[in-house]
């Protein structure tokens, strides 16, 4: 119902780089130009990215495009560096890395563009604000079929009462009377 909601692809990226750098540290240790906090830290980062990603929570998409976009070009860095100097495995692991957060990069702004509408497009369509995010919700599977109907319910029920109400006396949608 939502267009352009690929948090579940990016959720799976992030756990596959998370995976990859959790298994690789021992090996490629000695070539990290980080401590070894650092890259602990990273790893938990997206780790707890990938667990909060929400089609809901508009900065924390945000958010995880800048994680893709960190990881890209701190991972291709390098990945780079470590071509010139023929630190092979370093560059392998890197370089897997980097095309990875590139593909959450991709996916990471198609889901921030489809959740974030322009008024044109909601109005065209009818949808307040309060809509698209149920409708958000109902695609993420957030909430279940019956309990989105019911919602949407309410929600035309209270939209035609404030028609009545704004017909009848002019009072104004905000409830102020």
């Known amino acids: 119902m939502v267009e352009h909601y690929y948090g579940d692809t990016v959720r799976r990226l992030f756990m596959?780089?998370?995976?990859?750098?959790?298994?690789?540290?021992?090996?490629i240790y000695?070539?990290?130009?980080?401590?070894?906090f650092s890259s602990l830290l990273a790893i938990s980062v997206v780790a707890l990215t990938a667990?909060?990603?929400?089609?809901?929570?508009?900065?924390?998409?945000?958010?995880?495009?800048s994680i893709s976009v960190g990881g890209l070009i701190a991972f291709e860095y390098y990945a780079v560096q470590a071509y010139l100097a023929d630190e092979d495995a370093f560059f392998a692991l890197n370089q897997a890395l980097a095309i990875i957060f590139f593909y959450a990069l991709y996916y990471s702004v198609k889901t921030l563009r489809g959740a974030s509408p322009n008024i044109k497009d909601m109005e065209s369509q009818h949808d307040s604000p309060a809509v698209h995010i149920l409708k958000m919700r109902y695609a993420s599977g957030d909430i279940k079929q019956r309990e989105f109907e019911e919602k949407m319910k309410e929600l035309e029920d209270h939209h035609e009462k404030q028609s009545v109400l704004e017909e009848a006396g002019g009072f104004d949608s905000s409830g102020d009377g």
């Open 16 to 27: 596959a780089s998370g995976m990859i750098m959790l298994v690789g540290l021992p090996f």
């Open 51 to 65: 667990g909060f990603l929400s089609p809901i929570h508009f900065p924390v998409l945000a958010f995880d495009l």
């Open 30 to 36: 000695d070539n990290l130009p980080l401590p070894l």
